[in-house]
């Protein structure tokens, strides 16, 4: 006796909130793609609170800093962002810099709770950390890799900061650190 497969759609047919869930465990060029499955689907991804870009998955970096621009010029700035993954592991020039810069204070102005910037093979030491993150209120996990920070004359405020992870980040005066 054989079963026939039941051919309706039953994951387009769940509340957007448990699609929003299930995307969210995606990167967020791989969420993007999902736009394709239906009408319904076209602007699920947008709305997602988690916003996770990896470089790897992009042959250059422009199409890298078009991609993540698109995804924040595309979403409504109202929509609160909990988590925003950046990793960056190929070698660009420090010019690149300003668009790390304005992709963290895009994050920073739509509340975000957790940011990880992973930022590897930058000509010189590294990236030098946004000062946004340091007015970023409502921060709650910081995840820093392969940053220089110098905060001689930033005020460093984390009133909801619980955890915190530096990686590789080099401070450039040894004052600083305790500051931070």
Same mark, same amino acid.
């Given at each position: ?9 039953? =994951?387009? #047919? ?10 969210? !465990? ?5 969420? /993007? ?9 076209? #602007? ?17 970096? #422009? ?19 909990? #988590? ?6 190929? /070698? ?10 304005? !992709?963290?204070? /895009? /994050? ?24 946004? =993150? ?47």
């Amino acid at each position: 006796m054989s079963r026939s497969i039941p051919t309706k759609d039953r =994951i387009s #047919s769940l509340p957007d909130p448990i699609i929003c869930r299930i995307l969210s !465990f995606l990167s967020t060029k791989l969420a /993007a793609t999902t736009s394709v499955l239906s009408k319904r689907w076209e #602007s699920i991804w947008l709305s997602l609170p988690p916003l996770h870009f990896d470089d790897e998955s992009f042959k250059s970096f #422009s199409s890298f800093r078009n991609s993540v621009s698109n995804v924040f010029l595309s979403r409504n700035i109202m929509l609160p962002l909990r #988590s925003f993954h950046l990793i960056s592991s190929k /070698a660009y020039n420090l010019h690149h810099s300003h668009d790390v810069n304005r !992709f963290v204070y /895009a /994050a920073v102005q739509r509340g975000i709770e957790n940011l990880n910037l992973k930022i590897c093979n930058m000509i010189s030491f590294g990236l030098k950390l946004p000062l946004s =993150i340091f007015s970023c209120r409502t921060l709650v996990v910081l995840h820093l890799h392969g940053l220089t920070a110098n905060l001689s004359r930033v005020v460093v405020d984390f009133p909801l900061l619980k955890t915190l992870h530096l990686g590789n980040v080099h401070f450039a005066r040894d004052q600083c650190l305790p500051k931070f």
